[in-house]
């Protein structure tokens, strides 16, 4: 019998089907259901749940007591903070049944979501946006962002290696970053980046 490429924890539950990546663990209690798919060299924290029809990119970081429900995407490298929520029913209740309805999450490239946020059901994540602790999502979030509040506004922008840049939420300038060097561009209120 062939042992996994990844590690899993004996109390973990990964249900038949499910396809996870090599470099990959699974921690304590996660239940991973057999409809998953997630890539390589993805850490699922402690208590961690991850739905059926729910795709995980390779490198993203799944801190403990994450619910990942039905109809979530994770493109590579998500920071997924301890405790943040996602949804995938805008309005639930008990006694209607609404899993024909639900919405789709897109959380892109780089993003990070910090711990205790919420992300409500619908919306897309720009690529290494910033979602700061305990802020709800309701809306569309720029690439670059960072987030704050409840509900959530744009306070300013994130450079891809995890800091704040100096520049206004809406304007023109450029940045580049003291430590990898990569050039940022400002146009009104849309950010790039210009060099690698």
Not at 45 to 64: L, S
Not at 172 to 179: D, L, P, R, V
Request: one cysteine or more.
């Amino acid at each position: 019998m062939t042992q996994p490429s990844y590690t899993i924890h004996p109390s973990a539950i990964v249900d038949d089907g499910a396809q996870i990546g090599p470099g990959s663990r699974v921690w304590h209690f996660v239940h991973v259901c057999a409809g998953a798919r997630i890539g390589k060299d993805v850490s699922l924290g402690q208590n961690v749940f991850v739905g059926n029809k729910v795709i995980i990119g390779d490198k993203c970081k799944i801190q403990n007591n994450v619910s990942v429900y039905d109809n979530v995407t994770l493109e590579e490298g998500v920071f997924c903070g301890p405790s943040m929520v996602f949804t995938n029913v805008y309005n639930p209740r008990s006694l209607i049944e609404r899993k024909s309805e639900y919405r789709d999450t897109l959380v892109k490239r780089g993003a990070t979501l910090g711990a205790n946020c919420t992300i409500v059901c619908g919306t897309i994540i720009g690529e290494f946006a910033f979602v700061g602790a305990g802020a709800v999502i309701n809306k569309n979030v720029r690439p670059y962002a960072l987030m704050v509040g409840v509900p959530a506004r744009q306070i300013g922008w994130m450079s891809e290696y995890g800091e704040q840049i100096p520049l206004p939420v809406k304007g023109k300038g450029e940045y580049t970053c003291s430590h990898t060097g990569q050039r940022y561009r400002l146009n009104v209120q849309s950010l790039e980046r210009i060099s690698q």
